[in-house]
Antibody, heavy 119, light 108 residues
């Protein structure tokens, strides 16, 4: 079964760093793109960026570029979303999703990771 | 960046009704690269339709997608109780970012 398993909920303070993960299984991880999607509380979906684990090629939304970093580790079939300095406005649900190719839909989704940033 | 506008924001219907959801793009979407996702409360989104009109694996045939260019439609015939959810369109034809619409809530 193809799955994306995301890491657990996080509670952090403003200015903290954080890395959340998304582990793929049931398919060849390095040959599918992984996207990250943010959902603010009670709001819609926002596309953050995408990474190709095979060569770590990335593309970011201008709205998120410079504030988050996408990375991936082929050896553990895991993709990461990282912040170096969290803000309260980063409090949201974050989903990872698989894409069969660059200009493709997101066919498999993780269950999401809740990030809460509060002093 | 391509802006997707979904209408209506909320659709109030009953089980057995037909639902018609609209998604309009600010510019023509290359190659019909448009998807529809369903998000039930407390759940992750689920792919329903890709490339404008192709049902994803396991999606019932009461869901159908159509359209091209700047106008796309998701139709749900004979609403089932589990279909009451929020539906998002997303384009992936342009250069990134691959944007979502703001969503349509289908409620009882």
């Amino acid at each position: 079964e193809v799955q994306l398993v995301q890491s657990g909920a996080e509670v952090k303070k403003p200015g903290d760093s954080l890395r959340i993960s998304c582990k793929g299984s049931g398919y060849t991880f390095s040959t599918y793109w992984i996207a990250w999607v943010r959902q603010l509380p009670g709001q819609g979906l926002e596309w953050m960026g995408v990474i190709y684990p095979g060569d770590s090629d990335t593309s970011y939304s201008p709205s998120f570029k410079g504030h988050v970093t996408l990375s991936a580790d082929e050896s553990t079939s895991t993709a990461y979303l990282q912040w170096t300095s969290l803000k309260a406005s980063d409090s949201a649900m974050y989903y990872c999703a698989r894409l069969p190719g660059f200009h493709y839909h997101m066919d498999v989704w993780g269950k999401g990771t809740t990030v809460t940033v509060s002093s | 960046e391509v802006v997707l506008t979904q209408s209506p924001a909320t659709l109030s219907l009953s089980p057995g009704d037909r639902a018609t959801l609209s998604c309009r793009a600010s510019e023509s979407i290359t190659g019909k690269y448009l998807a529809w996702y369903q998000q039930s409360p407390g759940q992750a989104p689920r792919l329903l339709i890709y490339a404008a009109s192709n049902r994803a694996t396991g999606i019932p045939d009461r869901f159908s997608g159509s359209g091209s260019g700047t106008a796309f439609t998701l139709t749900i015939t004979r609403l089932e109780p589990e279909d009451f959810a929020v539906y998002y369109c997303q384009q992936y034809g342009s250069s990134p970012p691959w944007t979502f619409g703001q969503g349509t809530k289908v409620e009882i």
